[in-house]
């Protein structure tokens, strides 16, 4: 079966950097896109990064733009998130996605928080 597993968060002080990690397993990981979403306390889960199946193209949320940077090895079946630049309001948990409709997959998330 499908399964996601995130790891790499952690304390990090504003200004700081993180990399999430997301080891994917069940599927043909090289021939689909991957996304992150986040979510923060009291809040509804958000889009923040996605990456094309050969990583050749990828999108990214406004909030996240020029700070966060998401890749893949697909020999490693993993997908990234390189966090610079990080801002307190980038706390939340992190989650990896995998959408095959119309079932749509989730890891058991990542907490970052970003405090002095």
């Known amino acids: 079966q499908v399964q996601l597993v995130e790891s790499g968060g952690g304390l990090v002080p504003p200004g700081g950097s993180l990399r999430l990690s997301c080891a994917a397993s069940?599927?043909?990981?090289?021939?689909?896109?991957m996304n992150w979403y986040r979510q923060a306390p009291g809040k509804e889960r958000e889009f923040v990064a996605a990456i094309t199946s050969t990583g050749g193209f990828t999108n990214y949320a406004d909030s996240v733009k020029g700070r966060f940077t998401i890749s893949r090895d697909n020999a490693k079946y993993t997908v990234y998130l390189q966090m610079n630049s990080l801002k307190p309001e980038d706390t939340a948990v992190y989650y990896c996605n995998y959408n095959m409709y119309p079932s749509n997959y989730w890891g058991q998330g990542t907490q970052v928080t970003v405090s002095s």
């Open positions: 069940g599927f043909t990981f090289s021939s689909n896109a």
